[in-house]
């Protein structure tokens, strides 16, 4: 777990940048900052979509606190076969075939022999965009 986390101070996370809320690896789309008031420091609300699962996430703490980064990996792949919505894929490294959903955005442009990129966090893959074909 300690190889898959590195930690970074919440007032420099920007939009589009990930973090960990509640052990989920996100990308960050919106960030509101309140000012420091009387009695307590700046707070940051940070709102984040799930880059595996799609859910909405927010996390609210200090701007001065540490927040997780997960390590995010990205790799290319070559499209093997298009099946409904899921599209079976190989590592053009070490040949390793595994079945990936394909996302809604991604739908009508991943075919067979397409090279896309594939993001990997914490055990998990996600196709993340077509790179040609």
Do not use: W
Request: hydrophobic share 35%; proline share 6%; charged share 25%.
């Amino acid at each position: 777990m300690s190889d898959d986390v590195t930690f970074a101070s919440a007032k420099d996370l920007k939009t589009g940048r990930f973090l960990l809320i509640d052990g989920i690896p996100c990308r960050v789309v919106d960030i509101e900052t309140s000012s420091p008031g009387k009695h307590g420091s700046a707070k940051m609300r940070i709102t984040a979509i799930g880059i595996f699962d799609g859910q909405k996430k927010t996390l609210l703490q200090p701007s001065h606190s540490d927040v997780e980064v997960p390590v995010i990996t990205k790799r290319k792949a070559q499209v093997v076969s298009v099946n409904g919505d899921s599209a079976q894929l190989m590592d053009p490294e070490t040949y390793e075939v595994y079945d990936l959903p394909i996302p809604e955005e991604l739908r009508g442009k991943v075919n067979p022999s397409t090279e896309v990129e594939v993001m990997e966090a914490m055990g998990r893959k996600a196709l993340s965009r077509v790179l040609s074909g």
